[in-house]
């Protein structure tokens, strides 16, 4: 396959199923089925292991879990809440409901509250005395303070560094460093410190060509929704307004972004940091784009205003009269990422080379602020000192030029995970109402970010020990998690968490094909059990380990390493209920209101 990832070898990975929602990504793991959910409704997730660096032609993911007490840590911190199954993965016995904190969730609340029922977790919706397994925070890893235990979803820092100055010196920095690998940022000057390199480089621009006519976009720092965005031609502009003495971002605009239906749009794409060290990136398979509600002309003097033109923001193109709010997930201002790319695939465009550009760039840029990040994660919780280990969902603002590359506009640390919209019933009167596009994506979104940091499914190592080298465990959560959800259907009276057995045989033969490709199905399997029972042996003690280990089971279990899924995978019972269809959620009565419409400080777009 072709070389995508700066001289990365692109090999056969993981989701030659098409009817699969998750297929596992890396930079040597790209399958050129990785394209979003172009097949199946759901929202799934694409699991990225990155090693140090992009150019590597194998990039190693070396886990840097060790065992503290028979129980796996990811941060290297003594951590109480992360544990193995309260079973330790014995038969038949029922994990205890893994706990989550969500009294400090605001606008995620609802679409949490799904995910946990759906999973049959335990909400602890005003907090407790006692430590939870996961802290689900509203705005930053602080929300809460004095955790040391469990997971946080936020970093510490990352509200920082996805402010808009801090994120553009992240990523001017790699610029500098790989021009070429790092030109899908639009070039930008941060103000007031480079207001004068801006005056005089457009200067000596304009002269060398008069025909060169540029546009520039100016952003306030810790601005969000377009918040005081607007368009200038000239830097003089901003003397004039005496906003050059302002923190923001003044940056080259996109004059040719792609359009559909004559109307500009951006994708909102959900990745899921998982951990920082090693470093995991998810992306989700679905997302959203928001579309302009006036159609797009290049920018001159007399449509520079025009905010519904050039801006996508949901918060400002809702007030326009032409925003529409559909049932259907492929028309309306707000669409669902696949169905975007299946009309873009129709048209001819070769959907998979843009999937593949658009997980690079969100890589690239992960990789950009992630030495940051992990400054104030020492900070915050030095190596020894107790502490949660973290994880978050991130909203990727990227925009398409006309010629399909992708462009990042901005990276939000609290991306809205609202499943409805306010709709003014009356002059003033606002009310909730439902967003199907919404809660189809975002419920997905949350649901199988638990799912990937389900504390009962720590990682032993990032290689799948029963296939093949390159099957990483991002592969193999992946794998267990869309098996998990496809049969999760099937037994609707299910009460049990876990893997029933037709999930079991599904992922013992997908595993068994993986692992002895030139096989037939048969012996496939019959090699699986053969390894399966040599891997037993190895770590079957000797009668002296038996006595010494007979009272600390799960512990020893957890500290042998076993890979987390086969603990899964020996669990019988009906499988489990995660993907039944979303329960209704609460009229729009409920959240029915009277006052002005405010604005949510981490709301959409
Ligand atoms: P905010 O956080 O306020 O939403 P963004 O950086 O996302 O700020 O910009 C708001 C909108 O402006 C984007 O959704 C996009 O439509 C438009 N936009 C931003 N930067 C550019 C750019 N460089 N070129 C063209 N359009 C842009």
Not at 144 to 155: A, P
Not at 329 to 338: C, I, N, V
Not at 352 to 374: E, G
Request: glycine letters at 8%; hydrophobic letters at 35%; aromatic letters at 6%.
């Amino acid at each position: 396959m072709s070389d995508r990832h700066g001289g990365t070898e692109v090999v056969e990975g993981g989701g030659e199923n098409h009817d699969e929602c998750f297929v596992p990504l890396s930079p040597v793991l790209l399958d050129a089925s990785g394209v979003p959910a172009l097949e199946c409704r759901n929202t799934g997730t694409e699991g990225v292991e990155v090693g140090k660096n992009l150019n590597q032609q194998q990039v190693p993911v070396k886990g840097t879990g060790k065992v503290v007490g028979g129980r796996w840590e990811e941060n290297g911190n003594y951590s109480r809440g992360i544990h193995a199954p309260e079973d330790g993965g014995t038969l038949g016995k029922k994990r205890r409901p893994v706990t989550v904190d969500t009294s400090k969730a605001k606008t995620s609340l609802e679409g949490l509250k799904i995910s946990i029922r759906q999973l049959k977790w335990r909400e602890i919706p005003t907090g407790r005395r006692a430590p939870c397994d996961i802290y689900w925070h509203g705005v930053s890893f602080h929300d809460n303070e004095n955790i040391t235990s469990g997971q946080v979803n936020k970093f510490p820092g990352m509200l920082e560094m996805s402010r808009k100055i801090n994120l553009s010196r992240a990523v001017r920095i790699m610029q500098e460093l790989f021009p070429v690998e790092y030109d899908f940022y639009p070039r930008s000057w941060i103000l007031p410190d480079e207001y004068q390199q801006f005056a005089t480089q457009i200067r000596t621009v304009k002269e060398s060509d008069e025909t060169l006519d540029p546009t520039f976009i100016v952003k306030p720092d810790g601005g969000s929704q377009g918040e005081g965005i607007y368009l200038i031609r000239d830097p003089a502009e901003l003397r004039a307004a005496g906003a050059q003495a302002r923190q923001a971002v003044v940056q080259e605009y996109i004059r040719k972004p792609l359009l559909v239906d004559k109307l500009k749009f951006d994708i909102r794409l959900y990745v899921l940091l998982k951990s920082l060290e090693p470093l995991e990136i998810y992306i989700a398979k679905e997302g959203l784009t928001r579309f302009c509600t006036e159609p797009y002309q290049e920018p001159s003097q007399k449509n520079l205003g025009h905010v519904f033109m050039h801006l996508t923001n949901y918060s400002l193109n809702v007030h326009s009269g032409n925003f529409v709010h559909s049932e259907s997930q492929s028309t309306g201002s707000k669409r669902t990422l696949s169905s975007v790319l299946r009309r873009l695939a129709a048209k001819g465009v070769d959907v998979k080379r843009l999937w593949s550009d658009i997980i690079a760039l969100v890589i690239k840029t992960v990789v950009a602020v992630a030495p940051q990040l992990k400054v104030y994660y020492q900070a915050d919780i030095p190596p020894g000192k107790p502490g949660p280990s973290c994880f978050q969902i991130l909203g990727f603002d990227i925009l398409l030029m006309k010629n399909l590359k992708p462009v990042l506009l901005e990276v939000n640390s609290n991306p809205s995970m609202r499943i409805e919209h306010e709709q003014e019933v009356a002059p003033r009167v606002f009310e909730c109402v439902p967003s199907p596009v919404d809660e189809e994506v975002k419920v997905g979104v949350i649901r199988d970010t638990l799912r990937l940091v389900d504390p009962g499914l720590k990682k032993a190592s990032s290689n799948c020990k029963l296939s093949s080298s390159n099957f990483t465990m991002a592969s193999v959560d992946i794998l267990y998690i869309d098996i998990v959800r496809r049969w999760s259907g099937a037994l609707p009276d299910s009460r049990e968490a876990g893997m029933g057995l037709q999930a079991f045989v599904e992922a013992f033969f997908y595993l068994a094909a993986r692992r002895f490709k030139s096989q037939t199905p048969r012996e496939q399997a019959a090699s699986l059990l053969d390894l399966c029972e040599a891997q037993l042996e190895s770590q079957t003690p000797g009668p002296e380990e038996r006595r010494s280990s007979s009272c600390s089971r799960a512990a020893s279990r957890g500290a042998t390493g076993a890979p987390k899924h086969q603990a899964h995978a020996r669990q019988p019972g009906p499988p489990s209920p995660a993907g039944a269809p979303l329960p209704r959620r609460a009229s729009s009565q409920d959240c029915r209101r009277a006052k002005p419409r405010s604005r949510e400080a981490h709301a959409e777009n």
